[in-house]
């Protein structure tokens, strides 16, 4: 829970009502799976594919989150399910996938955005800690591509895949844990875009930069008061930004796309201030001067 007990990101019914480019029939009589579904944005690509036609399964550790997504979902009369689903377990995950197929006949989209990390300098990583972050981000995607991999190619039939993941190209302080992991899914992804085009099977990953989610109830509140200036607009992204990105991927508009990385993090990769744990002396410039 929060230091300081706050709530972070956009209600159901801001999400219901949110403005999006995309059409009502983009996804007409398909079916999407969001692991991390009722989280902040695995709630918003929920949303937004419902909107766009797409009977939505949403899965997650908590049954009471899910339950209360798929309440809000059914009440503004889309079609959605909730499944409880630890994606770090093999087992739990095939089993999943077989029970989706049987309830569902078909799976078109799969969205990965099950995942976290806790704030950390490395050199005081326990074991324990370490596994449970590329357990969840690197292995537990993975089990999740490939059942929804190895099912597309027994229907004969492909699919595509979306994996959230953390921009990776410079050194972000206190998640070096996460950075190994998102960094080990984007060679994933780029390789089976490649191994698995001949079955149809489109695999991409979206970068968010600092989008407000619950999520961010690990960091501290000095942590989060430096989000904004993690990127060139001064600002935070919303769980809506990275879903219009999810949308673009999954609809026929992302049909060409394959093997790709979509940074949405307000040019973050190319300028700002990214500290998870707070600002360490060592950086502080402006005393040196
Ligand atoms: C360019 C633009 C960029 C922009 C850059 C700025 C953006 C930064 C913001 C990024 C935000 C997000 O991604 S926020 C959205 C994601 N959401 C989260 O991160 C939510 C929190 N994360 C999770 O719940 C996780 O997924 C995960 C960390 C893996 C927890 O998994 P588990 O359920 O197994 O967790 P636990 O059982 O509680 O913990 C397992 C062990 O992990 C370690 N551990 C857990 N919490 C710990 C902690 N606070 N400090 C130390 N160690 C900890 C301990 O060893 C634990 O064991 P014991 O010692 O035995 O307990
Ligand atoms: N918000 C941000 O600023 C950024 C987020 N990201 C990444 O985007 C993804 C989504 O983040 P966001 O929505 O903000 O975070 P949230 O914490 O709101 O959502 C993540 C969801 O993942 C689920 N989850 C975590 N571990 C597991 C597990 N082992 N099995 C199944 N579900 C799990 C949680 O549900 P439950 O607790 O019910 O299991 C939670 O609802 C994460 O990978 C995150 O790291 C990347 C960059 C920035």
Same mark, same amino acid.
Request: some cysteine.
């Given at each position: %829970?929060? !230091?300081?007990? @706050? #709530?972070?990101?956009?209600?159901?019914?801001?999400?219901?009502?949110?403005?999006?480019? &995309?059409?009502?029939?983009?996804?007409?009589?398909?079916?999407?799976?969001?692991?991390? $579904?009722?989280?902040?944005?695995?709630?918003?690509?929920?949303?937004?594919?419902?909107? *766009? +036609?797409?009977?939505?399964?949403?899965? $997650?550790?908590?049954?009471?989150?899910?339950?209360?997504?798929?309440?809000?979902?059914?009440?503004?009369?889309?079609?959605?399910?909730?499944?409880?689903?630890?994606?770090?377990?093999?087992?739990?995950?095939?089993? &999943?996938?077989? #029970?989706?197929?049987?309830? !569902?006949?078909?799976?078109?989209?799969?969205?990965?955005?099950?995942?976290?990390?806790?704030?950390?300098?490395?050199?005081? &990583?326990?074991?324990?800690?370490?596994?449970?972050?590329?357990?969840?981000?690197?292995? /537990?995607?993975?089990? %999740? *591509?490939?059942?929804?991999? @190895?099912?597309?190619?027994?229907? +004969?039939?492909? $699919?595509?895949?979306?994996?959230?993941?953390?921009?990776?190209?410079?050194?972000?302080?206190?998640?070096?844990?996460?950075?190994?992991?998102?960094?080990?899914?984007? /060679?994933?992804?780029?390789?089976?875009?490649?191994?698995?085009? =001949?079955?149809?099977?489109?695999?991409?990953?979206?970068?968010?930069?600092?989008? !407000?989610?619950? $999520?961010?109830?690990?960091?501290?509140?000095?942590?989060?008061?430096?989000? =904004?200036?993690?990127?060139? *607009?001064?600002?935070?992204?919303?769980?809506?930004?990275?879903?219009?990105?999810?949308?673009?991927?999954?609809?026929?508009?992302? +049909?060409?796309?394959? +093997? !790709?990385?979509?940074?949405?993090?307000? /040019? /973050? @990769?190319?300028?700002?201030?990214?500290?998870?744990?707070?600002? =360490?002396?060592? &950086?502080?410039?402006?005393?040196?001067?």
């Amino acid at each position: %829970m929060a !230091e300081d007990g @706050q #709530r972070f990101g956009l209600s159901d019914a801001e999400l219901a009502a949110h403005r999006t480019v &995309f059409a009502g029939d983009a996804m007409e009589g398909q079916v999407a799976v969001i692991s991390g $579904g009722a989280g902040g944005i695995g709630r918003a690509v929920a949303w937004l594919y419902a909107r *766009m +036609g797409a009977r939505v399964v949403v899965t $997650g550790r908590k049954q009471e989150k899910l339950d209360a997504l798929v309440a809000a979902l059914t009440e503004a009369g889309h079609a959605a399910r909730g499944e409880v689903l630890d994606v770090r377990s093999r087992e739990s995950v095939d089993a &999943f996938w077989t #029970r989706v197929w049987e309830a !569902e006949g078909r799976v078109d989209t799969l969205v990965n955005s099950a995942g976290g990390q806790f704030p950390q300098a490395a050199i005081d &990583f326990s074991p324990k800690g370490w596994d449970a972050v590329i357990n969840t981000n690197l292995n /537990g995607t993975w089990h %999740m *591509m490939q059942a929804a991999a @190895q099912r597309w190619r027994d229907a +004969g039939k492909g $699919g595509n895949i979306v994996n959230i993941v953390v921009v990776t190209t410079h050194g972000l302080y206190g998640v070096a844990h996460t950075i190994a992991a998102r960094s080990g899914v984007i /060679g994933l992804s780029k390789s089976v875009a490649v191994e698995w085009a =001949p079955l149809g099977i489109r695999v991409n990953c979206v970068a968010p930069g600092a989008i !407000e989610t619950e $999520g961010w109830n690990v960091y501290t509140e000095a942590a989060r008061a430096t989000y =904004p200036k993690t990127n060139p *607009m001064m600002r935070v992204g919303s769980a809506w930004d990275i879903a219009e990105a999810c949308g673009y991927l999954a609809a026929p508009s992302g +049909g060409y796309v394959t +093997g !790709e990385v979509l940074t949405v993090d307000g /040019g /973050g @990769q190319h300028w700002g201030e990214t500290w998870t744990t707070g600002k =360490p002396d060592y &950086f502080r410039t402006e005393d040196k001067a």
